[in-house]
């Protein structure tokens, strides 16, 4: 069974800081990863997604690699602002492509 | 509506009750996806549509646990015999694509979910 860890739990910058976010996964066989953002009482906007035979995805201030063989990708967020306060989430899809497995999420404060 | 819309927003159910959640998705979306996510946690997947049909619904935790889309756009999800462990977030969401693989960002939306809460 595909289980995603995400570390740290939580984390909290003061404004200006670069900031990466991990998420490890265990089964390698999928088709893509996304990253996505909730905030609280919101549903979820997806920022960046992978495909398995892609290394990294960039949009704005946000960079995402993926090393699929290792199991792992990571969220860079350059700049970070107040604005960025949310739990950020990554989920792998696998299984006929139709669904998700999702972590747990890292929730992230930045501090003015 | 430009996005996804589910109703009700909240929901307080006595145990034991039924219920059933609403999910208008993004008008000719080809796919609806249900999630269930407990506070604290990630979404975790119930079940998935393509048009009407319920290709997958190998994550409804028990039988009490009933989806439908029968015309291929509103879905509903019904909670039979309520229990507290029932207590979530709802989440539901619909793509464009008939799958996720090859997908791109941003093809898939999510609503704002339905909190249930079962006293």
């Known amino acids: 069974k595909q289980e995603v860890t995400q570390i740290p739990a939580a984390l909290s910058v003061p404004e200006g800081e670069n900031l990466v976010l991990n998420c490890s996964f265990t089964?390698?066989?999928?088709?893509?990863l996304q990253w996505f953002r909730q905030d609280p009482g919101k549903g979820l906007t997806s920022l960046l997604l992978i495909q398995s035979s892609q290394r990294e995805q960039t949009s704005g201030r946000l960079n995402a690699s993926l090393d699929k063989s290792s199991g792992r990708s990571t969220l860079y967020i350059a700049a970070s602002q107040p604005g960025d306060s949310a739990t950020y989430l990554c989920?792998?899809?696998?299984?006929?492509?139709?669904?998700?497995?999702f972590g747990e999420g890292t929730q992230l404060t930045v501090n003015p | 509506g430009a996005g996804v819309s589910q109703s009700p927003r909240y929901k307080v159910a006595k145990r034991g009750q039924d219920v059933a959640l609403r999910c208008d998705p993004i008008s000719g979306h080809v796919s609806l996806f249900w999630y269930q996510q407990a506070l604290g946690q990630g979404p975790e997947f119930l079940t998935y549509f393509q048009n009407e049909a319920q290709l997958d619904k190998s994550g409804l935790p028990s039988d009490r646990f009933f989806a439908e889309r029968p015309e291929g756009s509103v879905s509903t999800l019904k909670i039979q015999r309520t229990q507290q462990e029932d207590s979530a977030v709802y989440l539901c969401a619909s793509s464009p694509r008939r799958t996720l693989q090859g997908a791109r960002t941003g093809e898939l939306f999510f609503g704002e979910g339905s909190r249930l809460t079962v006293l």
């Open positions: 089964d390698s066989a999928i088709y893509n």
């Open positions: 989920a792998v899809t696998k299984t006929s492509g139709s669904r998700l497995t």
